[in-house]
């Protein structure tokens, strides 16, 4: 493992609460590490587990689904879908072997920056003891 | 389990052929989906058969299985309901994927009559067109023996070692609860050493069906039922064998990359896995075609790129749509050219995936599929 190592996370946050979250722990200066690169997506039922894949598998270190806690859902119940695929595609890593800890679903609503600023610090340290993904290096991917 | 009893004449598929001969006959349905022997007589076709004449050359279980059977189907009973009646015969297997689609709206159910038979499994296409006349006699002699079983332990040879990888662990060989397969009427030919096969309705429709044709419906011995009981447990537990035989060889990145690199990217395996049934595939579109800077990246950051790129992403990608599905039919095996385990690997993810929702694909229509559904309270390990 590299010291210097800064590992890069790919958020799929969602539009409504999960990015407004975002946005509010920066309007706040609450300080986390500039490790998360956002992508917008309107709920995190439109992530398809495929976008989460392919972050990993092109050598994202960490991938995070993020949205409205479950009930908040501004389409009513769209993370609860979420979820679901979610629990599907961990076990697909689990059975495959391949490292599970690298892809995470959090729950952040628009008014949790410090819980944002929170999952951010936390998943990045989680990440750091994993090391970079190995899938970075892989010619025949 | 209650039944018809049928006697067997000249042989077992003659046997099924005349029953559906009869059904034409007394005019219970108007048409028949069912495998014919394609004229050159070095393969099998589905055939929608009107003409009755045609059906001496049906064949209820063909030895190898060419189009998954639901394949079939969804192209004719896609668009709704089916102004004729029609009866459909196939194995388990098959059926399991026909009430997969009917779910995600492929296929109108009503009007279609669905008939399994127990299954012996089905030869390796590629061994079939090396020889396919010694191929139906090998197939001929493990279907037979069923019939000659005296109830020692090596007489059944169904899903032996000359059948496929997938069929020899396959353990919804058969129809009713049993094999978690939800037809209409079931076939059931094994154990039934009076050489006769017996008939079961496993719906509403197939009871009909029966009294429409007049047999009678009656206990039947439990014959069957011990036989194909055994045989599951059997097969359950080779199946769990060769999961673990398959672990080493998949677990983990390295052996993906090894297990996927000989793949050639034909995706004839999602072309005719028939629950991949998407007019257009995600890997197909416009997505996947990236603009040269992406790939000169990629290459550039990691020294050097294969092409064509992204083998391991279509098929775990394909797992995250499909394998809560995944009925293990085994066409995709049959149909990859550089002969990967692509049933195996499936259907072992696929039996975890499956597990997490307490899903069996193809049991019922009334078990909605997983990622159309939800509850409020659930799955909260997979949330940090």
Request: proline share 5%; with cysteine; glycine share 6%.
């Given at each position: 493992?590299?010291?210097?190592?800064?590992?890069?996370?790919?958020?799929?946050?969602?539009?409504?609460?999960?990015?407004?979250?975002?946005?509010?722990?920066?309007?706040?200066?609450?300080?986390?590490?500039?490790?998360?690169?956002?992508?917008?997506?309107?709920?995190?039922?439109?992530?398809?587990?495929?976008?989460?894949?392919?972050?990993?598998l092109?050598?994202?270190?960490?991938?995070?689904?993020?949205?409205?806690?479950?009930?908040?859902?501004?389409?009513?119940?769209?993370?609860?879908?979420?979820?679901?695929?979610?629990?599907?595609?961990?076990?697909?890593?689990?059975?495959l072997g391949l490292?599970?800890?690298?892809?995470?679903?959090?729950?952040?609503?628009?008014?949790?920056?410090?819980?944002?600023?929170?999952?951010?610090?936390?998943?990045?340290?989680?990440?750091?003891?994993?090391?970079?993904?190995s899938t970075k290096k892989e010619i025949f991917l | 389990?209650?039944?018809?009893?049928?006697?067997?004449?000249?042989?077992?598929?003659?046997?099924?052929?005349?029953?559906?001969?009869?059904?034409?006959?007394?005019?219970?349905?108007?048409?028949?989906?069912?495998?014919?022997?394609?004229?050159?007589?070095?393969?099998?076709?589905?055939?929608?058969?009107?003409?009755?004449?045609?059906?001496?050359?049906?064949?209820?279980?063909?030895?190898?299985?060419?189009?998954?059977?639901?394949?079939?189907?969804?192209?004719?009973?896609?668009?709704?309901?089916?102004?004729?009646?029609?009866?459909?015969?196939?194995?388990?297997?098959?059926?399991?994927?026909?009430?997969?689609?009917?779910?995600?709206?492929?296929?109108?159910?009503?009007?279609?009559?669905?008939?399994?038979?127990?299954?012996?499994?089905?030869?390796?296409?590629?061994?079939?067109?090396?020889?396919?006349?010694?191929?139906?006699?090998?197939?001929?002699?493990?279907?037979?023996?069923?019939?000659?079983?005296?109830?020692?332990?090596?007489?059944?040879?169904?899903?032996?070692?000359?059948?496929?990888?997938?069929?020899?662990?396959?353990?919804?060989?058969?129809?009713?609860?049993?094999?978690?397969?939800?037809?209409?009427?079931?076939?059931?030919?094994?154990?039934?050493?009076?050489?006769?096969?017996?008939?079961?309705?496993?719906?509403?429709?197939?009871?009909?069906?029966?009294?429409?044709?007049?047999?009678?419906?009656?206990?039947?011995?439990?014959?069957?039922?011990?036989?194909?009981?055994?045989?599951?447990?059997?097969?359950?537990?080779?199946?769990?064998?060769?999961?673990?035989?398959l672990k080493p060889q998949i677990v983990g990145l390295d052996n993906l990359l090894e297990t996927f690199s000989t793949c050639i990217n034909c995706q004839n395996c999602?072309?005719?896995?028939?629950?991949?049934?998407?007019?257009?595939?995600?890997?197909?579109?416009?997505?996947?075609?990236?603009?040269?800077?992406?790939?000169?990246?990629r290459a550039?950051?990691k020294g050097g790129l294969v092409f064509p790129p992204d083998a391991l992403l279509f098929h775990i990608g394909r797992m995250?749509?499909?394998?809560?599905?995944?009925?293990?039919?085994?066409?995709c095996e049959?149909?990859c050219p550089m002969s990967i385990k692509v049933a195996q690997i499936f259907?072992?993810?696929?039996?975890?995936?499956?597990?997490?929702?307490?899903?069996?694909?193809?049991?019922?229509?009334?078990?909605?599929?997983?990622?159309?559904?939800?509850?409020?309270?659930?799955?909260?390990?997979?949330?940090?």
């Amino acid at each position: 493992m590299e010291d210097n190592f800064e590992p890069k996370i790919i958020g799929f946050l969602c539009n409504w609460c999960t990015y407004a979250g975002a946005d509010l722990a920066g309007t706040s200066r609450i300080q986390y590490p500039p490790s998360i690169v956002p992508i917008r997506v309107m709920c995190s039922s439109r992530v398809d587990p495929l976008f989460v894949l392919t972050a990993f598998l092109r050598g994202a270190d960490a991938v995070l689904v993020a949205g409205c806690h479950p009930g908040d859902c501004h389409y009513q119940d769209g993370n609860y879908y979420t979820r679901r695929r979610f629990a599907c595609l961990k076990k697909i890593f689990d059975s495959l072997g391949l490292e599970s800890d690298r892809i995470r679903l959090s729950w952040i609503s628009a008014s949790e920056g410090p819980r944002f600023a929170k999952v951010i610090t936390e998943y990045t340290e989680t990440t750091k003891k994993l090391g970079p993904n190995s899938t970075k290096k892989e010619i025949f991917l | 389990m209650k039944g018809t009893k049928l006697k067997v004449t000249k042989s077992v598929e003659k046997t099924i052929v005349n029953f559906l001969e009869k059904g034409l006959d007394k005019k219970c349905f108007d048409i028949v989906l069912i495998p014919l022997k394609v004229p050159a007589g070095d393969s099998f076709a589905w055939v929608l058969v009107q003409d009755k004449s045609l059906l001496a050359d049906a064949n209820p279980l063909p030895p190898v299985m060419t189009v998954q059977g639901a394949k079939a189907l969804s192209s004719v009973a896609r668009k709704g309901k089916m102004s004729k009646r029609i009866a459909v015969v196939m194995r388990p297997c098959e059926i399991r994927a026909v009430i997969e689609l009917s779910k995600s709206n492929q296929i109108d159910l009503e009007n279609i009559l669905l008939i399994s038979i127990d299954c012996p499994g089905a030869l390796p296409l590629k061994n079939y067109i090396e020889n396919p006349k010694e191929s139906e006699n090998k197939f001929n002699e493990i279907l037979r023996s069923a019939q000659n079983d005296k109830g020692t332990q090596n007489d059944i040879q169904w899903g032996n070692e000359s059948t496929r990888p997938i069929c020899q662990v396959c353990d919804k060989f058969t129809g009713t609860d049993i094999g978690a397969c939800q037809s209409d009427l079931h076939i059931g030919i094994l154990g039934v050493k009076d050489g006769n096969i017996s008939l079961i309705p496993n719906s509403k429709k197939g009871e009909d069906i029966l009294n429409e044709m007049s047999f009678p419906v009656e206990k039947l011995s439990n014959n069957w039922e011990n036989k194909v009981k055994e045989l599951v447990k059997v097969r359950k537990e080779k199946r769990e064998k060769l999961q673990e035989e398959l672990k080493p060889q998949i677990v983990g990145l390295d052996n993906l990359l090894e297990t996927f690199s000989t793949c050639i990217n034909c995706q004839n395996c999602q072309n005719v896995c028939p629950v991949c049934y998407c007019r257009q595939c995600y890997f197909e579109s416009e997505k996947m075609k990236l603009t040269s800077d992406d790939y000169l990246m990629r290459a550039e950051s990691k020294g050097g790129l294969v092409f064509p790129p992204d083998a391991l992403l279509f098929h775990i990608g394909r797992m995250t749509h499909m394998s809560l599905s995944c009925i293990g039919c085994g066409a995709c095996e049959d149909a990859c050219p550089m002969s990967i385990k692509v049933a195996q690997i499936f259907s072992f993810v696929g039996d975890k995936s499956q597990e997490v929702f307490n899903y069996t694909p193809g049991k019922s229509i009334e078990d909605a599929l997983p990622l159309k559904v939800f509850e409020e309270d659930e799955f909260h390990t997979v949330e940090t």
